[in-house]
């Protein structure tokens, strides 16, 4: 994930509040700290930073520095990426048992720094108990060495432990998303580099399983162990293990370090398209609609497709280089519009195509039924101030009441009073406590008669205005602040791109991951998540000015009212057509 430079899109320091909300955060996923340890982690004194970066993958993170009075370089002690805390090696060299450790073989570290995911083969072979005793898919861990016990990567978890002790050399073990020696160091001069903690125990951080030398490190000459301590013996055994970990195909181009690993992607994507729902399609097809119909949903779901990031950089490029080998044809039927007439399911690369490893369908649920449109509640909490109008009606200070609630109440009130106007229906003639409760002390003690609209808009205006949200996701209370609504922003980014940000999403209960999948799929361009500091929803990013399409399914499909949507007067422009 830093293996190349990024953007630094912020840098602010932690409010006090912040820093709380950091330090709960940190507890919550890592309960082996005490409060002491963040005491020493994040000292009082200490100034602590949230740094909001963009990716060379256009994924965006917060990584979170501590920059004490006695050190001018600030470090890196956690980054968060899609609500999830990680450690960096930079802290667990300080608290090496904080995560469970995946111990490999020395050389395994090139491939990682290369942007190479944990292959299991390259992991030093474990006990059937080991893998942790309870990772779950998707969890926190780290990457030492046989020589090492200081940690050299952070990633998560490809597998659960159950998972791992069925298959134990096969496959993927971690997805790395941090490695010592990339670019997550925000200090001046060298790296640091990681210190010597010594060979890790045979018990292993967390975990009680000793760590067992592999068959093929062992001599097989009598059944003796090899002398590490002969150099001859142990060239012959890294070279074995070199052997055996090429067969698991540990290389970079299972990162995504750069256009070559789109190219592939692209490949990938196009070929299984051919395999699956483009097979039966009647030709010809639109190239445009290929893509967008056929390669993105291909596209495996930890990916994102983006031929602008690859070394085609263009659609047209790439389906030209399918038809020079041979896999489709396309013409031009009208001009400027490209189809695909003809595609060759007898090709070799058709035949010899196979899923990869990490391309696999998502765990199948329960239908889901069908989504329910949310219902907003505006409600008024009881004040002080109004809490003596309402006292007859069984309501009390606190109480949440529709609108019309609170109209019937104040009406009922009127009446009991006999204070409507007999001269004049539409006014109301204040008693002592109804001048009280509406204008307070600042009204004066002159004004008698206000309409009836007056009572009522002066009565809400003195309660305190919240929102009840319910349908979308699951119910939450009555809160004691206005509801947001969903904003839409259009920014220029560099090379004078537009961009839709769009906020508060979450707030109405929307599932922010699946939203942005409808805006990739519908508008077929590529889309991030991040954290934005001291917001309580994710923004959504969307390649492109998309406020139209996104305005649109957000009323028919979310079924959100208009009221609650800002930043319409953002879309662009429609094109007038000129008359003949």
Known sequence: MFLK???????????????????????????????????????????????????????????????????????????????????????????????????VWDPVIDFLRKGADLMLAGVVNHKESDFGQNLQLGQPVAVNTNSNRAAIAVGKAARSSQDMRQFPSQGKGVFILHVEGDHLWFGPGARPTAPSLGPPTDEKEGENDEIEVPDEI?????????????????????????EKLEETKISDEDAQAGPEFMDELLRYCFLKSWKNSAKKTPLPLLTSNFFRVHMIPACPSRYTLDVKKSSYKKL??????????????????????????????????????????DDFEEPKVEEKKEKESPHIQELYKITANVAPIFKNCNCKKGDMLTAQTVRNNVTEYVKQNNLQNPDNPRFVTLNATLHDALLGAAGGSDTVNITWEEVMQKCLSRMTQTYHLTATGPLTQPKPVKLEPIDMRVSTRSGNKKVTLINNLELFGIDIQDFARKCQHGVAASTSISEVPGKKSRELLVQGNQVDFVAKLLQEEYKIPLRYLRGLEAAAAKKKKNKK
């Open 5 to 103: 430079p990024f953007k630094v899109k912020s840098n602010s320091a932690l409010k006090g509040s912040d820093r709380k909300k950091l330090k709960a955060d940190v507890l919550k996923c890592f309960p082996q700290l005490t409060e002491e340890h963040l005491q020493t982690l994040l000292p009082s004194k200490a100034s602590v930073s949230a740094v909001k970066l963009l990716t060379h993958s256009s994924t965006y993170a917060n990584v979170f520095c501590v920059q004490n009075e006695s050190d001018p370089a600030p470090v890196p002690l956690f980054f968060e990426v899609e609500k999830a805390h990680y450690p960096t090696v930079f802290l667990l060299w300080k608290h090496p048992s904080l995560l469970y450790h995946f111990t």
């Open 218 to 242: 062992k001599a097989e000459e009598n059944g003796a162990e090899v002398n590490i301590e002969d150099p001859v013996e142990e060239t012959e055994n890294l070279n074995v293990l070199e």
């Open 316 to 357: 047209g490029a790439f389906l030209k280089a399918m038809t020079q080998e041979g896999l489709v044809t396309i013409k031009e039927q009208v001009k400027g519009v490209e189809s695909i007439v003809e595609v060759n399911l007898e090709h070799e690369a058709l035949k010899k195509f196979h899923l990869r490893e």
